[in-house]
């Protein structure tokens, strides 16, 4: 059976997550036993607790698989604790797609409307601004401790979980310390601080305290584990604070290299290392990384920032065996990472400069982004996303779903990114006249419209400007057969259509076309 | 249309055709024990077993049975009315195109005389179907031929004309004998307890394999090497210009295994096949059997060799063509079904096990196979398993690698496609074994974007081949398997 990560914010519908392997998302059961409030314990703790509030959001979800339209809004409810600068910190998935937010202290009524002022999402980290000064009377900010808690640490989390209304505190031991996937952006795997403490729904952004010091930030559970939570530690929240500071967030760079370890003897001698024990081979280069340009495939790296990087990919950090990424992971946006590489006979310095480009082919969950579409005979046609592939569930067997099971994992590696600025996909039949035959089509990953090749969602308009001998002939990628659209009549069906689906417009191609 | 071969046909009856009195029915026995090569190692075979079930003698050595029933079969032997005797049989022929297997006997043993074919399937009229019980009598029951169809044969991509039977006999097993008139109606493919329905393969199937079978020099059934859809959207006839009334079927794509200059091409509206008329469901109206879907008028009256005369709107133009028809098997295929389950070749190389991509093997992951599979090899099979580049084409796997010290680094990879062996490009399993036999051994493997090759250490090679040998218990570190894929099995 699959282990199953939850995020861990209370929310009255329903707790989404993600098993990896399918992309299907499941209803979390989680057992909520109620806790009980516990003696206090340092008066340093007693007095972090009115650090640390209560969140509550009601968020709106946008609809994937009817795009101009919105899910009901529903009402939840997290943790978040104040740090310097009169500022909140949580979790991005307590306040994603939220509409409205309103905080509240312990022991104090009154809730304060708030916003969000920062999102991570690949790190899962928030941070919201309250208007009224007010809220901030009577409140210390936190202190982060400045080092990762030892294993078997006794830790407290405080936060507000199911089971009641007022704050929570449970302890448990840190119980390991490893890196893993981040469920709220679906693909980003970071640090994580694992704990047996229960962390529950609600506790989502509330600190984790080791000697009244945060170490990390509650933020989700394994559904199926017995007791095993995990928070946010603190080098993943520095490097998110630190991100902010010039007032924008520009996420956690990649390097975009994918490298094979070289401990095969035969391998190291092709790649003359015999002798040595250091070095991983690069084997891809992502597009859309940072080292496209700078590192090839082909190249052995030999040290990162001048720690030699063993035949397994490990560097000794701190006195600990770690993977060469976490030194990635210490870098900003904008830094650089340098290698010693070898490239053929020769050893040089690189210095790859970090940055994160814009990729549309990482499928990492969206939040606050309308999804873009455009309506053509009543076919609505999207960008292919994790969300609308979680929409067809496990309905992934036929020909046209498995292609978008397919194209979210291979895009880049088989260069189907080249010819195509996303993956476009008619994600639903608006039944007319004028589409009856278009059943077939449902998920196709669109290629060609009147002879022109297909690599947005814009390229459509330009493409439907023309259509041949009066017909739209309408390509899809994997199929033999065509979708042919008769043109006068397609144009005399577009505003019946909308009118009758309720359709405020037939494209959206994000906020600039507003 | 070759009316004169369904006559000849009739007269397979050999030796004195007799009417099926109670106990000199045709019907055997037929007992088969099998065991099916294991898909995902293919040095080995999966637990043996053993099926039953029937099959019809059609002459004084020959027995005709289902081609499922003796699939990897270990050993054949039939059983006849009123004996609890084995006589053993040997496979001549089986096409799993039509499902059919051609039995012989050595033995002296006297087999109840064979049956007259029926010219036709008995629509709508009463059969008797028999088969042999648990105390070896011939059993027999009525049933009735609802309908004919051109429909998939049970477990199978292939399509031929079969009958729906209604029967009160609870079938006991495939390759049941029906007969209409005491003549042979055809063999049953399949049958279900709970709607006492089955599928019967019709006796012109039968009389045709038997035929081609006996000769010798096997030929198939023919195909026109075309992939098509119904054509029933008026706007996109229009598009292809033909009118609302007109019928016809869309060409989708020609198939490999076809000469290129008498290929159907992409978009062709085929309007008439031989002079019958095909609607724009892809039916046509026999003068047997009423509508049917117009494969029949290719792979049930016509051979391979023949052309058809075939009418179509090309660019919107009416002509009339001419089509050359195949025998098409599967080792056409890009990625070939391998129905029969016959063993595959393989490579184990430095504990590299290279083999082509069948789709039995992606099959045998079940029923979600495909998203169990790797979503690179589902999307080849669900889209281009018919089309490769260049005839001759396959996928060649790194399918998984036998840990030991010389694959250390390597023992992640799986299905992985290869490009290049020792630098040399690799089209199928064929180039591998050429380049293995040339170069002694694989020095370096390159798969598909994994632009770092794989190199095995030459020197240390041939005792880690042993070693893998004798600790994963292969029998052989290299297998051309005789016929890969083979329709056909002598």
Redesign the interface.
Known sequence: MHEMIVETTAKKCRAQNVQRRHLTWFIATVSFALLALPQCGSSNEAALRHSVVKIYATMQRDNFSLPWQSSRPISGNGSGFIINGKRILTNAHVVSNARFIEVKKNGNPRRFPAHVKFAGHDCDLAVLEVEDPAFFEDTTPVTFATTLPQLSDTVTVIGYPMGGSRISLTEGVVSRIDYSIYTHSGVDQHLVLQVDAAINPGNSGGPVLLNGEVVGLAFQGLSQGDNIGYAIPGPVIRHFLTDIADGSYHGYPELGAAVMDTRNAALRESLNLAGTNTGVVVYYIDPYGSAKGTLQTGDVLLTIDGYDIAEDGTVELDGNTVEFNELLERKQWGESACFRIMRGPEIRSIAVPLTNPKDPYTFRNIYDRRPEYCIVGGLVFSPLSREYLRSVGRNLNGTNQQQLLYVTQYAKIDGLHEDRDAFVVLIRRLPHAVNTYAEPFQDGLLSEINGLRIRNLRDMQRALEKPQDGYHVIRFAGMDECLVLNAEQELAARPQILARYGVPASVYFGEESE | MRYSLLAALTLLSFGLALTTQADDAPVVRVVATHQAFDPFQPWQKRTPGTRRGFGVVIDASHIVTTSSLVQNHTLIAIQLARSGEFIPASLVKTDPQVGLALLHISDTTQLPPPPVFADKVPVKCTVEIAQIDETSSIQRGDGRVLKVLVDALPGSPYSALQGDVLTDLNVDGEGAVVFHDTKLAGLMLSYSRTSRTGKMLSTSIISRFVQDALEGDYKGFASAGF?W?PL??P??R??LGVGPTAGGI?V??SLPGVAENQKLQ?NDVVLTWDGYPIDNLGYYTDPSYGRLLFPQLIKGYRIPGDASQVTIVRDGVRQEIQVQLTHRDENSDLIPENVEGDPVPYLVEGGLVIRELTGRLLKAHGG?W??RVD??L??LY???RYAPDEPGDRIVLLSSVLPDP?????QHFRDQIIKEVNGQPIRNIGDVFRIVEEDGSIA?LSL???????????ASLANANERIASQYRLPALRSKAPKPCSVANN
């Open positions: 992939s859809k029933v959207d706007t996109k229009a598009f869309q989708l794509n992409p979600q495909q998203t979503p690179r589902a999307h669900l889209t281009s010389i694959n250390i680094g390597y370096k598909r974007a994994i632009d770092v090759p794989i190199v095995l250490d030459q």
